[in-house]
């Protein structure tokens, strides 16, 4: 995984697959995880260029940033979510490796699929950031899976220790399972839209099957995800993210 050394476990303590909306973790597990030797390095669709913003939230890229913050497994946690089974054990919902298909730095992240019939994942912070300075999400994904048909893309609020968290449709932005890289650009305000306070964020990026019934053995590779400022969705950023149009 770009940027953090150990991916830790989410446990879902209420449903087999969670719809939109509260996540639940109580407990943590170190992750071991294997790594591929890394491709060519690559700058991505849109390189980045000394001066622009761009925000690395410590996941699925390798490349410059002007500012990043790091998972240190202190108060930002990367989370792989995990289903507790009938034993008590935990199971989680997918198996993430390194990829040498990519589309920035090195390598891709490649999400193998568990049994449980859903994934998800998540970047969350102990204490909220503001994130009220940038105006879009940038992320690429591949699939060539039947059952990877969209992800859910959400961000969220904890307000009074209750979640409030709110989603997109990748497919609304360009992602097809189609077995090529689709870069999907979104604008932050598709999610004040829908109550999101960006002033104050909790976790900056959750990827969820959502309703989808998610085969096992089925794949994802995520790579090139960051925030910044500007640029056109309907373009799919062709041109610079180089601030505001």
Not at 34 to 46: I, K, R
Not at 56 to 80: K, L, R, W
Not at 198 to 212: C, M, N, V
Not at 218 to 224: F, M
Request: hydrophobic share 35%; glycine share 8%.
């Amino acid at each position: 995984m770009k940027n953090a050394l150990l991916i830790l476990l989410f446990t879902n303590i209420i449903s087999c697959r969670p719809e939109p909306g509260p996540h639940y973790y109580e407990s943590q597990e170190d992750f071991s995880q294997s790594h591929l030797a890394g491709g060519n390095f690559l700058s991505g669709e849109v390189p980045y260029e000394s001066g622009t913003p761009r925000l690395d939230i410590g996941v699925f890229y390798e490349g410059e940033s002007s500012e990043v913050i790091a998972i240190n497994e202190t108060d930002i946690f990367y989370y792989i979510y995990d289903q507790v089974q009938a034993d008590e054990s935990r199971k989680t919902t997918f198996t993430q490796t390194s990829d040498v298909d990519h589309v920035e730095g090195t390598q891709s992240d490649h999400f193998l699929m568990s049994d449980l019939g859903w994934f998800g994942c998540g970047v969350h912070w102990d204490s909220p950031r503001d994130l009220s300075q940038w105006t879009h999400f940038a992320l690429n994904f591949k699939s060539s899976s039947a059952s990877v048909s969209n992800i859910n893309i959400g961000m969220n609020n904890v307000i009074d220790e209750n979640e409030f968290a709110v989603f997109v449709a990748a497919s609304d932005y360009g992602f097809r399972n189609d077995g090529t890289w689709h870069r999907v650009v979104i604008p932050l305000s598709d999610f004040t839209s829908q109550g999101l306070d960006l002033s104050s964020i909790r976790s900056p990026l959750i990827l969820s099957s959502g309703t989808l019934s998610i085969e096992a053995g089925d794949e994802l590779l995520v790579d090139d995800v960051y925030l910044f400022v500007g640029g056109n969705n309907n373009e799919q950023l062709s041109s610079q993210d180089s601030g505001p149009n």
